[in-house]
C-alpha cells in the first residue's frame, strides 16, 4: 500500500511535466520560467533516486522517478535553449 501511495504521488507531479515540456518549447523563450525551482525539483528526483537504490527498494515506483527527472532534465536543456534565443533577439533589437 505504501508503495501504492508513493507512486500515485510521484504520478501526480509528473502529470505536469509534458505540459511544461510544451509549453517552453513552443513558447521559444525563457520567461516566466524559473531554472533554481527547476534545479530543485530535478535535485529532489535525484534524491528519490538515490533513497530507492541505497535503501535497495527499486520496484515500479522508480521507474516514475526516473520518468519524471527526465522530464525535468529535459525542461531544463530547453529553458537553455530559450535562453539563448532571447539573447540572440535582444542583439536583433540592439542592432
Given at each position: 500500500?505504501?508503495d501504492?501511495?508513493?507512486?500515485?504521488?510521484?504520478?501526480?507531479?509528473?502529470i505536469?511535466?509534458?505540459?511544461?515540456?510544451?509549453?517552453?518549447?513552443k513558447a521559444?523563450?525563457?520567461?516566466?520560467k524559473?531554472i533554481f525551482?527547476?534545479?530543485?525539483?530535478?535535485?529532489?528526483?535525484?534524491?528519490?533516486i538515490?533513497?530507492?537504490?541505497?535503501g535497495?527498494?527499486?520496484?515500479?515506483v522508480?521507474?516514475?522517478?526516473?520518468?519524471?527527472?527526465?522530464?525535468?532534465?529535459?525542461?531544463i536543456?530547453?529553458?537553455?535553449?530559450?535562453?539563448?534565443?532571447?539573447?540572440?533577439l535582444?542583439k536583433q533589437?540592439k542592432?
Amino acid at each position: 500500500m505504501k508503495d501504492l501511495f508513493e507512486t500515485i504521488m510521484v504520478i501526480s507531479f509528473g502529470i505536469s511535466w509534458p505540459i511544461s515540456i510544451m509549453k517552453s518549447w513552443k513558447a521559444r523563450t525563457a520567461k516566466g520560467k524559473s531554472i533554481f525551482f527547476l534545479c530543485f525539483i530535478l535535485m529532489g528526483y535525484a534524491f528519490g533516486i538515490a533513497s530507492k537504490i541505497i535503501g535497495d527498494s527499486i520496484n515500479y515506483v522508480f521507474f516514475f522517478y526516473c520518468l519524471n527527472f527526465l522530464m525535468v532534465f529535459t525542461d531544463i536543456v530547453i529553458y537553455s535553449r530559450n535562453v539563448r534565443l532571447d539573447r540572440q533577439l535582444l542583439k536583433q533589437i540592439k542592432a
